[in-house]
Nanobody
Framework: EVQLQASGGGLVQAGESLRLSCATS????????IAWFRQVPGKELEGISC????????WYEDSVKGRFTISSDDGKNTVYLQMDNTKSEDTGVYYC????????????????WGKGTQVTVSS
C-alpha cells in the first residue's frame, strides 16, 4: 500500500523557518518524483516544489525560489521542504504527492497523496 505522511507544519512568525517532512512507503522511492502542493482557501491547489529521485534539478514555484529547499533522503524514503525566510503568503495547507518519473506541477500527474499539514505564517 502506497502511503505518504506529511508533517512539520505549525505556526511561525514571518522570517522564521519551518521544515516539512513527507515520509513515504509502498513504492519505489528511487524512481519517484515527490512534490509539495499548497492549498489556500478560495484558490487552486498550487505546486510549490518537486524533486525527482531519477535525477534533474529540483523545481520551485517562483515565489519560493531562494527561500525554500527541497531534499530527498533515500535511506529514510523521506522528502523534506525547508522553508526559510517565511512570509505570510506561505500560509496554507501543504500536501505531498508522489508518482513515478519526472517532476510536474500538474496535480493530475500524481496518483499518491498524503494528508495535508497546516502552515501558518503570521506577520
Amino acid at each position: 500500500e502506497v502511503q505518504l505522511q506529511a508533517s512539520g507544519g505549525g505556526l511561525v512568525q514571518a522570517g522564521e523557518s519551518l521544515r516539512l517532512s513527507c515520509a513515504t512507503s509502498g513504492f519505489d522511492f528511487d524512481d519517484a518524483a515527490i512534490a509539495w502542493f499548497r492549498q489556500v482557501p478560495g484558490k487552486e491547489l498550487e505546486g510549490i516544489s518537486c524533486i525527482s529521485n531519477t535525477g534533474g534539478v529540483p523545481w520551485y514555484e517562483d515565489s519560493v525560489k531562494g527561500r525554500f529547499t527541497i531534499s530527498s533522503d533515500d535511506g529514510k524514503n523521506t522528502v523534506y521542504l525547508q522553508m526559510d525566510n517565511t512570509k505570510s503568503e506561505d500560509t496554507g495547507v501543504y500536501y505531498c504527492a508522489a508518482d513515478l518519473g519526472r517532476c510536474s506541477f500538474l496535480k493530475s500527474a500524481y496518483r499518491a497523496w498524503g494528508k495535508g499539514t497546516q502552515v501558518t505564517v503570521s506577520s
